[in-house]
Structures are given as structure tokens and as C-alpha cells.
């Protein structure tokens, strides 16, 4: 068990790689009650979310969901979070737990008239369905079919299921009463699916390339350079840190969030490597691990934006020895057809 | 757990197979399964000269890096390049192929400082 933001959680189970394995090939479900859910409702709600984050809420529908990002003045990442429309003027923000607190106060000192905000992160748990069999174990515990598209939020009981997921597999993540988490973990055990912790879960992003926060996002990037241009609606009147980000765009990104992968046998790649490009240090890795899936030390780090490019070789350090890896496209792993 | 009866065992989970005046060095079963999925190792340099309680060796999971304490003091006679290419015979083998390296004691005297299988077995609670 580790501290994890104040919460007690497993690295692993069975083991990182068995873990792994199983979200890749069948099913693995992992804890994720530490994550943050936040109410939004009232007449302004849409509009107020609008101002807040990068993606465009106005144009989510009821009954989706979507990746967005909540900047600072500078265009930096205070967090990234999934906003699900539960109805026209409802919402449920799902945020990373170690930034509930600062989050919260972020929003609340920026309530609007017509809004609500409701911080109801103690009162539920989630619980992460991931693999290709996460639609046999829907089938079991919730019943019925598992939408087959991305994003789709459906209303179980007293709680919320969406089909998201952090692995790159198919799956859903089910917010439900903290009541009701025991039973419901059990009963996806029972379906097949394997109990994973977040060294899995860590292996299993990095692979995808999904960023973590405090790790591969902070203050002091932004969306740009982390590569998550897509969640950024440039087309919204305004949201906070949009001018930032705008003039960050007419001037060149500076530097960009690349992927990497080892190029010769080395350790496992860890966070806080620095990386090397011609024996002069380009940055550090952010977030590093030994792929399960690739057999090989994968990591991410911002290069100087001329460096960023799939095919540059650079060389990590690790332990005053050096290792040849490459600029890699993202993801650094894709399922087999 | 296993814990064989003809080695010496240090605190921080290493354990030496003396013959003569050569010691082999690896790490416990309870070590390898705290670590669990060992996916690097790096035995010393043939000749390097090791003080107990020296890194000697690091091996890596994918969860940490651990560092390998010389549970003696001494020269490095051999390194297992088996374990470099095949770092999981870590978890499958730790106190047969799963060797690290071999060192000429250079203080045998320092043997009694580590702990007997009684005394380790009582460490881990085994």
C-alpha cells in the first residue's frame, strides 16, 4: 500500500505485469474512488463550465461525456478532468484527487449567479472496468449491452457510468455510492475481471501516451506543449487562459510533450531522467516505465519543439550511464488489428 | 517463504553462499517477491572492490529500483551476465541461477556480523 493524495492504495495485486496483461488481453477493474466528483447544475451552469475549461460544454450533449482541461491566467494546467452532460443544465466533473482541494476553491471564487457547485467527492466511489471483456462484465453486473461508442453516459441507480477509460482499451468507469462500492467490486470480480493497482494503471496510461497531472501537466505547461490541442475549443469566446494559449500559438510552441522509447536494452525508465540530444540536456522525463506490452523503457518528456520529432534520437540517463532512445509518435502502443 | 539453511543472510535481504574463500551473493526469496516482476539487473564489474555494505548490485522491478547491498567486504571474481539477459530468473531462481556475483572474502570475520537462517526466518516472520 502506498499514500496516494491521502489515500491508501494498492501498487498492485497480483503483480504489475500479470495486471497488465489481463487489461491488454481480457479484463482488469481498479479502484479509483480517490478521483474527485463535483455537481454543476443551475440555468448558467453550461456557461459558467464554458468559462472555466478548454473544451467546448455548450456543445456536449446529454448524455456524453468529454476530456477537458481547467487552465490558469498563463494557459498553464491546473488539472484535467471528463465533464459528463447528465442533462441540459446538469453536470458531474470528474477530477485527479490530489487536486480536489485546490480545484474546489478555484471554481468556488469563480461562481456565477444561476449556478451550483457541489463538491461531493467523500460521498462516492469509482471503480474502472477496462479490456476487451469489459463488455461481458457490463453484461453481468449492470446488465444489458455496454454502449460500444466512447463518451456515452448512462444513469445506473444513484450513480453515473460512462465509457472511458484510462488504458486504451474498451471499458467504463462507474461512479456509484460509496455505499455500494464493496459489493459492486466483488460482483466485477466475479464477472472475470482481474483487481489492477496503479502501477498497472501507470504502465497501461504511459503506454497510451495519456498524461498524467502533476506529472506530465503543471502550471507551468500548457495544453499546447503536452500535445492536447484537440480538447482546446479556440472557437469559444473565452475561457480562462485562452489568450495565453493564443499567443503562445502565433508565437511558436516552445517546446512539446514527446514520446520516447528505448532504442537498446536499459532499466526501466523512470521519471526525472534527464534527456540528452547531442550531449547537451534537453529536459527531463516526466513520467517513465518499463512497457509490459513493448518489452522495453518507455518515457515522456518536453523537448525543445525542433527536437520533438518522431525519429530524433536523444539519450537518457540513467544512473550516469547513457541510453540511446527516440522521439516516438504517440501512442507508443497500438493494439494489434 | 524459503530460506535455505547453508546461507548467511544480511538485514536488507541478501544472502551469501561461502565456499572457502569465495562468497556467492544474491537476494531472498522474500526480497524477490516484495520486488516482484524483476525486469533489469546489473551484476558489479569483474574486479571491482566492494566494502560490506557497498552497492553492488541494482535490479529493478516495474514498480522501484532497489539497490543490492555486499553483505562482505572483497573483490568481484565473477558476475552472472545470465541475470542481464534474464533478469526474471530473479523471481523464478533466486538462490540458484538468479545468483548475482561471486566475491573473494577479504574479511571473513565480517560472515558473523550477518544473520543465520533462524534469525532471518524470525526477520520476515517466516
Redesign the interface.
Same mark, same amino acid.
Given at each position: 500500500m502506498v499514500d496516494f493524495a491521502g489515500w491508501e492504495m494498492p501498487v498492485q495485486y497480483s503483480g504489475i505485469l500479470d495486471e497488465h496483461r489481463a487489461v491488454r488481453e481480457s479484463a482488469g477493474v481498479f479502484d479509483v474512488s480517490h478521483m474527485g466528483e463535483f455537481f454543476v447544475s443551475g440555468p448558467a451552469g453550461a456557461a459558467w463550465l464554458d468559462s472555466l475549461l478548454t473544451n467546448n460544454v455548450a456543445a456536449l450533449e446529454s448524455g456524453r461525456a468529454h476530456y477537458s482541461l481547467m487552465l490558469n491566467e498563463r494557459g498553464g494546467v491546473i488539472d484535467d478532468l471528463i465533464v459528463y452532460r447528465l442533462g441540459p443544465s446538469e453536470f458531474l466533473l470528474v477530477v485527479n484527487a490530489s487536486m480536489i482541494g485546490e480545484d474546489a476553491e478555484w471554481m468556488k471564487a469563480r461562481l456565477r449567479e444561476g449556478v451550483e457547485f457541489e463538491n461531493r467527492s467523500g460521498d462516492y466511489a469509482a471503480l474502472a472496468v477496462q479490456g476487451s471483456d469489459a463488455g461481458k462484465i457490463f453484461e453481468k453486473v449492470i446488465g444489458g449491452v455496454m454502449p460500444s461508442e466512447r463518451n456515452c453516459v448512462l444513469e445506473i441507480g444513484e450513480g453515473f457510468l460512462v465509457t472511458t477509460g484510462y488504458t486504451g482499451e474498451k471499458g467504463f468507469e462507474w461512479i456509484l455510492p460509496a455505499a455500494e462500492a464493496t459489493d459492486a467490486w466483488g460482483r466485477i470480480l466475479e464477472a472475470g475481471a482481474k483487481p489492477c493497482g496503479l502501477g498497472a494503471r501507470d504502465t497501461l496510461r504511459l503506454e497510451m501516451c495519456y498524461p498524467l497531472n502533476g506529472s506530465d501537466l503543471s502550471p507551468d505547461h500548457t495544453p499546447l506543449e503536452a500535445g492536447l490541442g484537440y480538447f482546446v475549443d479556440f472557437t469559444k469566446p473565452d475561457f480562462i487562459g485562452k489568450e495565453a494559449l493564443a499567443a503562445q500559438e502565433a508565437a511558436g510552441i516552445p517546446r512539446r510533450l514527446c514520446a520516447l522509447k528505448a532504442m537498446e536494452k536499459s532499466p526501466p525508465l523512470r521519471p526525472h531522467y534527464p534527456v540528452f540530444i547531442g550531449g547537451e540536456q534537453v529536459g527531463e522525463t516526466t513520467s517513465g516505465a518499463h512497457s509490459p506490452s513493448l518489452g522495453c523503457g518507455i518515457a515522456m518528456a518536453y523537448l525543445p519543439a525542433d527536437a520533438g520529432k518522431p525519429g530524433q534520437e536523444v539519450a537518457i540517463e540513467v544512473r550516469g550511464k547513457k541510453f540511446r532512445a527516440c522521439v516516438h509518435k504517440k501512442p507508443l502502443y497500438q493494439k494489434a488489428s | 517463504m524459503n530460506v535455505p539453511d547453508n546461507l548467511r543472510y544480511a538485514e536488507s535481504h541478501e544472502w551469501i553462499l561461502v565456499e572457502g574463500d569465495t562468497g556467492t551473493v544474491g537476494i531472498t526469496d522474500h526480497a524477490q517477491a516484495e520486488l516482484?516482476?524483476i %525486469?533489469?539487473a +546489473?551484476p558489479p564489474a569483474l574486479g571491482k572492490s566492494l566494502k560490506a555494505g557497498d552497492v553492488g548490485a541494482?535490479v +529493478?522491478? %516495474?514498480?522501484a529500483?532497489s539497490d543490492i547491498y555486499s553483505p562482505v567486504s572483497g573483490e568481484v571474481l565473477a558476475r552472472n551476465e545470465v541475470i542481464e539477459r534474464t533478469p526474471a530468473l530473479l523471481n523464478t531462481d533466486p538462490f540458484g541461477d538468479g545468483w548475482i556475483y561471486k566475491i573473494r572474502l577479504s574479511n571473513p570475520a565480517e560472515l558473523e556480523s550477518l544473520k543465520d537462517p533462524a534469525a532471518y526466518r524470525a526477520q520476515i516472520g517466516a
Open positions: - | 516482484t516482476d %525486469v533489469f +546489473e541494482v +529493478e522491478s %516495474v514498480k529500483a
